[in-house]
């Protein structure tokens, strides 16, 4: 299997040649040349798979179709490492869980920081350490982090040999829930830097650090966001997960809602669905941030600016340009890579929106991939986070909440179950589920006290070569 770029460049990668790397030469993203086909009887062995043998060898076999410079037994022991119920809590590692009529939420945040970016980037640890042991090299990573994407990345690097990770945060501005996951980490390799400013200003750091070709060259300056290919197919296997636990035989259906942001996470359904697997709809839900409900519904995309972004009760959500959108364009346009880049690199830039209304390939959004949309505002969260708790004893987090207000709108079928990714737990937003039932959520046993812990920060102002000195001296 190869990789190409979404903006046409010739070049073709494998696998792991992209592993490390952020875009490609041409500012696309990677994808497959081609997804890889399933069959009928495919699925019934990955059905028997999960259910006989579990989540890491289902991961193993979907893995397999997309990755061909690792060696199998090698890809098998990754991926037995990743998914254990010691760090995802459960056997099941994703159970689905039944919340009324055709309704059903995957739980996907189990994992060490419970938010469900566990998933892929745990898988991403161990993946990053195997392939730099191999090449005999270093990685530095360094990133911004208002919360859930820092410490997911954290967790998955602490202790890794050959990895560092210098993560910036706004000081003060995390919950202290957050802060002290973050924090509390005492490993070796773990930096946390707390930045006086707000997120911009971290962001602005790691960009102007990354430019300095020559610093980003010497220290081998590297990243974990959430264009990287690798985290998009861990993600994969999980619609692969939800499909069989609800289903029965191959001819059944299911559909998704996912609470969206970056577009990541749907993204990886929208692969799994072009691989054969029976989806019927791919429904996002968007917050008060809906850049991507109104392409959905208009064909409009229309970036906005961190002015114009709203701060909501859902923040991992609170994103105006969806980073991973292109990938799902790309195939929209036919795999044109040409208009892609057109549409990416000069209209956005120029005019911060692009119009494909007009063009009978958004009719195929719906009807050719399964794309619906829908929003949900704060008032939105409040009323679905007591309704759940009020009529089945759940209580479901903002981010969720947005994705279950979403799906209550977009049932269908009621032949066709709908599943509702689950994408944080809700104790990580406390204060929210407060408002809305007058009590805080439970909080899961082994983070009981961690605001207590000693914690490992530098807080440091913003500014870009106190951290550049930070970085060398802890390279040496
Ligand atoms: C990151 C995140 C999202 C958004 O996922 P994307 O892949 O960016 O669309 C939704 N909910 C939570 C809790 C997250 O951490």
Request: proline fraction near 4%; hydrophobic fraction near 40%.
């Amino acid at each position: 299997m190869l990789y190409l770029s979404t903006r046409g460049h010739p070049d073709r990668k494998h696998f792991c040649d992209i592993l490390l790397e952020g875009l490609a030469p041409d500012g696309g993203l990677y994808l497959p040349e081609h997804y890889p086909q399933i069959d009928g009887a495919f699925l019934t062995r990955l059905r028997k798979a999960y259910h006989d043998q579990g989540y890491a060898e289902l991961a193993f076999q979907i893995l397999s179709l997309y990755i061909d410079d690792i060696p199998a037994a090698d890809l098998k022991a990754l991926c037995a490492k990743t998914y254990t119920a010691e760090v995802f809590g459960t056997g099941e590692i994703v159970p689905l869980r039944h919340l009324e009529e055709g309704l059903w939420l995957e739980a996907l945040s189990n994992g060490p920081t419970l938010a469900f970016k566990d998933m892929a980037m745990q898988l991403l640890g161990n993946l990053f350490e195997y392939e730099l042991k191999r090449r005999g090299e270093q990685l530095n990573i360094l990133g911004a982090t208002s919360g859930d994407t820092g410490s997911a990345a954290e967790y998955a690097m602490r202790g890794k040999e050959g990895v560092r990770v210098f993560m910036t945060s706004p000081h003060g501005r995390m919950s202290a829930f957050q802060q002290a996951q973050m924090f509390s980490l005492q490993d070796e390799n773990i930096h946390n830097i707390a930045i006086e400013g707000v997120f911009d200003d971290c962001q602005d750091i790691v960009k102007a650090v990354s430019n300095d070709l020559e610093f980003k060259r010497k220290y081998k300056i590297g990243t974990v966001n959430s264009i990287n290919w690798a985290r998009l197919l861990a993600q994969v296997v999980y619609y692969f997960a939800g499909y069989v636990q609800a289903t029965e035989t191959n001819d059944q259906k299911v559909s998704f809602t996912v609470p969206s942001g970056n577009f990541g996470n749907i993204c990886a359904g929208h692969v799994a669905r072009s691989m054969g697997l029976p989806i019927a709809r791919l429904v996002v839900a968007t917050n008060e941030n809906d850049v991507l409900d109104e392409f959905f519904r208009t064909g409009v995309y229309r970036v906005r600016g961190s002015a114009d972004t709203h701060e909501t009760s859902s923040p991992s959500m609170d994103i105006s340009k969806a980073s991973n959108f292109e990938r799902f364009v790309f195939d929209l346009l036919g795999r044109n890579g040409q208009r892609t880049k057109a549409l990416f690199s000069a209209a956005l830039q120029t005019y911060g929106r692009f119009d494909l209304s007009a063009d009978p390939l958004f009719a195929d959004a719906a009807a050719k991939y399964g794309f619906e949309s829908g929003k949900s505002t704060h008032a939105d969260r409040l009323a679905t986070i007591r309704d759940t708790y009020n009529r089945f004893g759940v209580t479901i987090d903002t981010h969720t909440a947005d994705g279950v207000k979403v799906a209550r709108e977009h049932r269908g079928d009621p032949a066709v179950p709908m599943i509702v990714l689950e994408t944080a737990l809700p104790i990580k937003f406390a204060e929210t589920i407060q408002e809305a039932l007058g009590h805080a959520p439970e909080r899961p046993a082994r983070f009981a006290g961690i605001e207590a812990l000693p914690k490992r920060v530098q807080v440091m102002p913003a500014d870009v070569q106190l951290v550049k000195a930070y970085i060398e001296r802890h390279c040496q």
